[in-house]
């Protein structure tokens, strides 16, 4: 027997949420976001159930690309910071990856490094995240300097990213939506503004090409729902199980420091989890896992390899019992709000221990 900790990974649920994706923006093309190992659920599980349903997959370096490539898959792959130095377009343009522009340096990098195979660009513009992008009085003369470039494709496309869809009141998405239309969207290829956020609640957004991120694992971009409000499915399901069962006496103490102690004789139950392996350290108190069809409160602080949970009421749960810790029946979101974080950073931090099934 193994250790019970793992992740199962529906993959029902992926195609669900692409689905629906499909149907929020219909006739869009989808770039699948799956860097970060496809947001922690495991490029080996998402890349064969996407491949071919998608237009393309994005990541944030050609090492994730070149995972992409090693699954097999043949389809377009964009780079979203695109290469970090100038022998990577030659690789790059051999696979037939994408390469996003949004630096001066990178251009002089591609007009300095003669190709063999054309590269297909998408110029990045900064319409407000203030993070990586030319301005959007700078496009039409980095246009113009990468259309002289016999290597570069004749196919250029044009990007730019939100910074507050997740909260679609905020002012700042109009004024990036009226900076982006500042931009003369004619004479490039495809346009691509819409990530997970936008996709819901900008529909005029959507242009050519949508980007889905987190929504396609399953998990709401908002603070204020989650996954199930949007008619989504989570597809990372993590789970443990019960190593020991036993009786704590009245004000017995549990865990480091003691922060939790009985009231009464209490059952204690162990489960086989902890922030070794991703799940969150610092949670509110009476924060939920699933056993047996109820939820079950942690109590204590988390170990490394362990958490306490409460069974007082629950006198029949035996060691062994599976424990969900996010997944069909605990809302990823739920976990995240109780750890002060967001839904994203609980998939991405899973360990390399925890297995997949």
């Not at 992740?7 to 799956?34: S, Y």
Request: overall charge neutral; hydrophobic content about 40%; some cysteine.
């Amino acid at each position: 027997m193994s250790r019970p900790t793992r992740l199962i990974i529906d993959t029902h649920a992926l195609v669900h949420n692409l689905k629906k994706i499909q149907e929020f923006a219909p006739q869009k093309k989808i770039i699948a976001m799956v860097k970060a190992n496809a947001y922690g659920c495991g490029l080996s599980e998402v890349i064969p159930t996407l491949d071919g349903r998608v237009y393309a997959f994005g990541v944030a370096c050609i090492e994730e690309a070149l995972d992409v490539r090693r699954l097999g898959s043949r389809s377009p792959c964009v780079l979203f910071q695109g290469v970090f130095s100038a022998e990577e377009y030659v690789l790059a343009a051999a696979q037939g990856f994408d390469c996003v522009l949004h630096q001066p340096h990178q251009v002089q990098w591609l007009l300095q490094t003669p190709l063999k195979h054309p590269l297909k660009v998408w110029l990045k513009v900064n319409t407000g995240m203030n993070r990586l992008g030319f301005r959007p009085y700078e496009i039409p003369r980095v246009m113009q300097t990468i259309k002289t470039c016999s290597w570069v494709a004749p196919q250029i496309n044009l990007m730019t990213h939100f910074a507050c869809a997740d909260e679609p009141w905020r002012p700042e998405n109009q004024q990036q939506m009226d900076a982006f239309a500042q931009i003369n969207v004619q004479e490039f290829s495809h346009i691509s503004m819409a990530n997970s956020a936008a996709i819901m609640s900008f529909p005029d957004t959507h242009a050519d090409v949508v980007r889905p991120g987190i929504m396609l694992y399953g998990v709401s971009p908002f603070a204020d729902k989650i996954a199930r409000d949007l008619g989504l499915l989570p597809v990372m399901n993590f789970v443990s199980a019960l190593s020991a069962v036993y009786e704590n006496p009245p004000q017995g103490q549990v865990g480091y420091s003691g922060t939790w102690k009985s009231e009464r004789t209490s059952r204690i139950g162990i489960v086989a989890v902890g922030y070794g392996d991703g799940y969150p350290r610092h949670i509110e108190a009476n924060t939920p896992v699933w056993i047996q069809g109820a939820e079950v409160n942690i109590i204590g602080r988390v170990s490394m390899d362990m958490l306490a949970v409460d069974l007082t009421n629950h006198p029949h749960i035996q060691p062994g019992t599976p424990v969900e810790l996010w997944g069909k029946n605990i809302a990823v979101e739920r976990i995240a709000q109780k750890a002060g974080t967001s839904g994203y950073e609980l998939l991405c931090q899973i360990s390399e221990r925890v297995r997949h099934r």
